[in-house]
């Protein structure tokens, strides 16, 4: 496998990539530093065949995996995207291209011939995403980012040339983490075209936009209202890994640890699997909570997480980032109202921001272990 370090500059993974779309070596794309990341994927053995890239990643639980994606697969994911959008265009890379949502806009551009232009790593304001966006707007025909939710919020925030330049976009897809309905209000109030989409490594990216499935895609709801994923874009499989592959890959399909459930044909995400709180034998998904807490005026974002208790066995507890002032008397009562009374929380922590893990996905472990641990 050819190792490429992303450190900023786009030009050596863009060929590092284009050689393996053509059937070359097999590129497994890292962030400076990840040592422990690298050394799981074990470099010196052979790769799986047909393997063109590998996403190494330590998911929501911890555990290093690698996941491997084909050429067809790759193939599969930008094209369809381009389809849904509005046609091939020139991308702004504005996410770490070690995770797949900055890999794939590589791939994306890559297939159309056009443009990609990116951001230094590091600080994002919007004043970094206007200047690495000059290139890609200058340019005639559809132009394309895609950002997490933490992003598009600073650009919101910061209004100026930051605003400007996403206002510009044709289309700005929003992933890594669910996308709450005041931040879709928000941008469409300020005239910036997002598209959510719903995918990770295991789906060569975004598979699910806006709740419908790309060309090709089949989603289906399995027991445990487990989104069960199937079609070109999967994975073929783990990093040495035969036994995760066949628990996840069961008959052409890709069982996810997500919980959703499909309205009208739509998807709608509940929240994962292994993110339900059972307090006094009650059953409280944390994603509804954070749905209702969120949508309290003035709270920005909530992460909802268990606190073990004797009691209870788990309490439901939430830090809320808040905008202004927030009284918890609110909080509860707009929980109580929309999920019911087992699902209000019992502690609350007010807090700057969420410690995140990858690119903007909320670190629920860290927010037990020192959000809740440091106020005791």
């Not at 911890?62 to 091939?88: F, I, M, N, Y």
């Not at 890999?103 to 600080?123: D, E, F, K």
């Not at 895609?217 to 040495?240: C, K, M, N, S, W």
Request: proline content about 6%.
């Amino acid at each position: 496998m050819r190792e490429v370090l992303v450190d900023g500059s786009v030009d050596e993974l863009r060929k590092a990539v284009a050689d393996a779309l053509d059937g070359g070596t097999a590129v497994l794309p890292l962030a400076p530093g990840s040592t422990g990341l690298r050394d799981a994927m074990a470099p010196e053995q052979p790769v799986e065949p047909g393997t063109a890239v590998i996403i190494a990643t330590s998911g929501s639980t911890g555990e290093p995996k690698g996941v491997l994606l084909s050429a067809d697969a790759l193939r599969a994911s930008a094209l369809a995207t381009h389809q849904r959008l509005g046609g091939p265009g020139h991308w702004l890379l504005a996410t770490p291209a070690q995770y797949i949502g900055g890999l794939q806009v590589i791939v994306r551009s890559l297939l159309a011939g056009t443009t990609c232009a990116a951001l230094p790593p590091g600080h994002f304001d919007g004043e970094l995403f206007a200047s690495a966006a000059a290139a890609v707007l200058a340019e005639d025909g559809p132009r394309y980012t895609a950002l997490v939710p933490t992003q598009l919020t600073r650009i919101l925030d910061g209004g100026g040339r930051g605003l400007d330049a996403a206002r510009a976009f044709d289309a700005i897809i929003i992933g890594a983490a669910a996308t709450s309905a005041a931040l879709r209000e928000r941008a469409l109030d300020a005239g910036v075209r997002i598209v959510p989409a719903y995918g990770m490594s295991e789906t060569a990216s975004g598979c699910v936009y806006d709740g419908v499935p790309l060309d090709g895609v089949e989603v289906r709801i399995g027991t445990d209202d487990r989104v069960l994923i199937a079609g070109p874009v999967l994975t073929h499989g783990y990093r040495l890994r035969p036994d995760l592959t066949a628990e996840a890959l069961v008959d052409g399909w890709f069982r996810t640890g997500d919980r959703g459930r499909l309205v009208d044909g739509r998807l709608e995400v509940l929240g994962r699997l292994d993110d339900v709180i059972n307090t006094g034998g009650v059953k409280v998904p944390a994603a509804a909570v954070e749905r209702a807490l969120g949508a309290v005026a003035g709270v920005r974002e909530a992460c909802v997480v268990g606190l073990p208790d004797a009691e209870w066995g788990q309490v439901v507890a939430a830090a809320v980032v808040a905008e202004e002032p927030v009284a918890e008397a609110d909080l509860r009562a707009a929980v109580r109202a929309e999920v019911g009374a087992p699902a209000v929380p019992k502690r609350f922590a007010f807090v700057d921001a969420l410690p995140l893990r990858g690119p903007g996905k909320v670190d629920r472990a860290a927010v037990v272990s020192h959000v809740f641990a440091t106020l005791g």
